[in-house]
């Protein structure tokens, strides 16, 4: 099954070559050539995998590397860098990298280093795939959501927004990310669908209880947190 990869390279000649080898084998792959355009993509935590160059503009790969963490984003990331010198590699690890490859590199071994990333991540979700924020609990494989014990009925493009939110829990997330991660939709329709949608949830994970749990953040978008 192919997983959800985001490429932060500045060489266009290199993503392309990732990108369509990515693709080829099945995984569905995004592309950026900066590090600010990549942290604001990397933040929102839906992808399986991140490969990051170094030396990209902008912002460079280990403060967005570090930025990422900070921010709690736990996706696995691949650093791959010609910077090759053993403290070379050691920084990058220690700043939150997962992997490091050198370039110029082989497409089979960074799959394969790809694939084991993707394993490992999948074993991590697969030994406790439940997602709590505070009192509410979401199992992703059932598709139910509980709050204090009281189980909460949804629709099913509900239950994705609320999946989506807590797997960003703590941190805004935009009308942009939701358009895009929930509904697909790469433009702004121009509709109220997404408040009529956020409303609709915020009652029936609220009404009942004294603790709020969805919050508005002017002017950027919503965030959920105990």
Sequence with gaps: MGRKILIIEDDAETADYLSRGLTQEGHSVEQVGNGQD????????SFDLIILDRMVPVLDGLSLLKALRAAKVETP??????????????????SGSDDYLVKPFSFAELLARTNALLRRREARVA?????????????????????????IEL???EYLLLEYFARNEGRVVTRTMLLEQVWDYHFDPGTNVIDVHVSRLRRKLEDGFERPLLHTVRGAGYMLAA
């Design 155 to 157: 629709k099913p493009r």
């Design 127 to 151: 030994a406790d795939p439940r997602l709590t924020v505070g009192d509410l609990e979401i199992d992703p494989m059932a598709r139910t959501v509980k709050r204090a014990g009281k189980k």
């Design 38 to 45: 990549g942290l604001y993509l990397a933040t929102d935590g």
């Design 77 to 94: 990331v691949l650093i791959l860098s010609a910077l090759a010198s053993v403290g070379d590699r050691i920084e990058g690890l220690e």
